[in-house]
């Protein structure tokens, strides 16, 4: 698979096989978040592994908005220094370990911990210390269903929608 098929064919996955993650995969995954471009090379994150299933069952039951992350076989929690730019340089660190991920064969989906008592309680589990940020915990596993990320999307906005040519409001037309 190369990059552009992933872009094309990558969903957003909640139900995950049990099996287990192999170490090769887990270190894939953090080299590829590890290895990516951060502003003025601050590289302002730490990547969290979890694989005991109580704990991952734990954080599930702790983070409303994803219940089904007790479900996973792996968990990574992204921590980023308390900085403006963090928060985007992780999301680019990201990006690159869901590539990977869909690329071995495995989802995952962005759980966002917005509510301070849910964030602050799982930070307290994870022993992440108070000036540190906790971003998001992605659940990592392999899909149950073989048949996700036929190319195409659904419920996505035409090209027409969201790109534009010079000016805000000029319709992108490409000459291909």
């Not at 601050?42 to 109580?54: E, G, K, N, S």
């Not at 702790?62 to 985007?88: E, H, K, N, W, Y």
């Amino acid at each position: 698979m190369n990059v552009n098929d992933a872009v094309l064919t990558r969903l957003t996955v909640r139900e995950y096989k049990p099996d287990a993650v192999q170490d090769d995969v887990v270190h894939r995954l953090l080299e590829a978040g590890r290895l990516s471009p951060s502003s003025q090379n601050l590289q302002p994150w730490h990547f969290i592994v979890i694989r005991d299933a109580a704990t991952i069952k734990q954080l599930g039951e702790m983070a409303t908005q994803g219940p089904f992350l007790g479900d996973a076989p792996l968990a990574i929690a992204v921590v980023t220094d308390d900085t403006p730019r963090a928060p985007l340089d992780a999301g680019r660190a990201i990006q690159q370990m869901e590539l990977v991920a869909w690329e071995e064969g495995m989802g995952t989906c962005f759980i966002g911990i917005r509510d301070a008592d849910q964030n602050a309680a799982i930070k307290e589990v994870l022993g992440i210390p108070a000036h540190l940020v906790l971003l998001t915990i992605l659940p990592f596993g392999y899909r149950k269903s073989a048949n996700m990320g036929k190319f195409g999307r659904r419920n996505r906005r035409n090209m027409a929608e969201v790109a534009h040519s010079e000016r805000f409001g000029n319709t992108y037309t490409p000459s291909i």
